[in-house]
């Protein structure tokens, strides 16, 4: 909950990314590109300096992307490769000035002309990525502990032989927990919809959103037999908070929650692939930011309750009701 | 099948965590009663028979040794058990909680139950019990009437009158 909220106010404008060089004196073109209006008028933030060694000081300070003076017909840009991320787009955006000057001198018509959008819905912000990302991990984290810490606990302090000496069928105590938990995770996705369709952080949920209910429910049952699994084999709850972390961030970095898959080296993307988080995340993204329709969560439907049977049936194996 | 039958009290800190002495009781009767059907007795009058009537709304982990010893004891007889099994009722509890626990016993015995526990004490099972076994690593050494036993034990232990 705490990370939608900081990463949602990080990310808000991201976006909006603009780019500020500073001009020393009078620079024709980029009066021209202010004053010919968007595109280009809209990404220029210009400021200006007295002198070449004050717009130099500027751009190694990093206060400035990029100096720009002119020579006649010379035009010279000077940038810091300090900020490789800003360097390649100063450097086209302003290329990009000098030719869309250049087609103006030749006072020829564009022959080309050049549109581009991105494929998802204009107002497709970060928040739409990674609130699906955090949730499978909140949720993730939350099964699994729960489920971890309170087998432990309950072994330690022998509540466990309490329960099993006592006319109390296994069967009533795993469904009140899995009930539990259930209801837990649901209130869960209902409290961070909530916060992040708040205007300030603006989620923009799609059609089939839904069907992150369904996702939802399995998501926790998977993530319970893991939990299952580590109370079973920890002997401290001590051991079990770290089983359990053990488990659990490697599969929030890896398997998409925090960071985006796109991005992952090859061998990750193929390791995400034993991960339930994985399909729990891009399930819920499909059905809740990239506008799919209900039937993109249908894998994740299936391979989740598939994983919770292998990993359930291993965790009843080992499970014991005393630490003896 | 044998559970329903038996109470069995392990240990006086086996309570779920946070909950008050009504609510571990009402736990316990309700998830018995979601199996066998046992009628879910009244957890007031629960408190009432082990003298916790004042403690109903505390949380078990804030009961004294010889209160939770006998919130134990509630617990193991939610569903009504002919037989019930207590291990070291009154280990860790001081001398004025031992002689309640004591009463305790004795009423539950005389409610027509029959009580097996386990004890350090000679004078607990002299003045408690009608039958007494001296077990030594898993072995029974000596069984009968507490007189018998005690008297004739190989330590020679002969316990005071309690």
């Known amino acids: 909950m705490l990370f939608l909220v900081f990463f949602g106010s990080i990310y808000k404008n991201s976006s909006a990314s603009k780019i500020s060089p500073v001009e020393v004196g009078q620079v024709q073109l980029l009066s021209q590109a202010r004053r010919a209006g968007p595109p280009l008028a809209k990404v220029l933030a210009v400021s200006h300096a007295r002198s070449v060694a004050a717009a ?46 250049n087609q103006a001198a ?10 581009a959008s991105q494929v998802e819905d204009k107002s497709l912000k970060p928040i739409q990525y990674f609130t699906p990302g955090l949730l499978g991990w909140a949720l993730a984290s939350g099964a699994t502990f729960g489920a971890a810490i309170t087998l432990v606990s309950w072994r330690q302090n022998k509540l466990l032989r309490r329960l099993r000496l006592a ?4 069967g009533s105590i795993v469904a ?17 919809l909530a916060i992040a369709r708040l205007p300030y952080f603006g989620l923009q949920l799609t059609a089939a959103w839904w069907m992150t209910i369904p996702l939802v429910v399995c998501g926790i049952l998977a993530f319970m037999s893991i939990g299952l699994l580590v ?6 709850q001590q051991a079990a908070t770290a089983i359990a972390n053990l488990i659990i961030l490697p599969m929030a970095f890896l398997g998409g929650a925090f960071l985006p898959q796109d991005f992952a080296p090859d061998w990750v993307r193929q390791a995400s692939y034993v991960m339930p988080l994985r399909y729990q995340v891009t399930g819920m993204q499909d059905v809740m930011a990239r506008g799919e329709g209900p039937a993109a969560a249908l894998p994740a439907i299936g391979i989740l309750p598939g ?7 291993v965790a009843v194996r080992t499970f014991r009701w005393d630490d003896i | 099948m044998l559970l329903p039958r038996i109470g069995v009290q392990p240990q006086a800190s086996s309570f779920f965590e946070r909950l008050t002495a009504r609510e571990q009781i009402r736990t316990f009767a309700s998830l018995c009663g979601v199996l066998y059907g046992v009628p879910a007795k009244n957890a007031d009058d629960m408190l009432g028979t082990v003298g916790l009537t004042d403690q109903a709304g505390v949380r078990a982990e804030k009961l004294s040794g010889g209160q939770a010893q006998r919130l134990s004891i509630a617990c193991a007889l939610v569903h009504d058990p002919e037989l019930l099994f207590l291990d070291e009722p009154t280990g860790a509890v001081d ?3 031992r002689r309640n626990l004591w009463d305790l016993l004795r009423e539950i015995s005389n409610s027509g139950r029959t009580v097996v526990l386990t004890t350090h004490h000679m004078d607990e099972a002299e003045s408690l019990c009608d039958r007494v076994a001296i077990m030594d690593h898993g072995k029974i050494l000596r069984a009968g009437p507490p007189a018998a ?3 004739t034990s190989r330590s020679g232990y002969r316990s005071s009158p309690g």
């Open chain 1, 176 to 192: 009140a927990r899995i009930g539990i938990a259930l209801a837990i995770g649901l209130i869960q996705l209902a409290v961070f």
């Open chain 1, 56 to 101: 130099l000081d500027a751009v190694r300070k990093g206060n400035s992307d990029a100096a720009v003076l002119q020579r006649g017909a010379h035009v010279i840009v000077r940038y810091s490769i300090a900020d490789q991320t800003k360097a390649g787009p100063v450097n086209s955006v302003l290329a990009s000035v000098a030719q869309a000057a």
């Open chain 1, 307 to 313: 994983f919770t049977l292998v990993v359930g049936v």
């Open chain 2, 149 to 151: 036993v005690t008297l």
């Open chain 1, 106 to 115: 030749s006072g020829q018509p564009p022959r080309f002309t050049l549109s």
């Open chain 1, 167 to 170: 006319p109390i069928g296994t």
């Open chain 2, 95 to 97: 001398p004025q909680a």
């Open chain 1, 231 to 236: 109370g079973a084999i920890a002997k401290t």
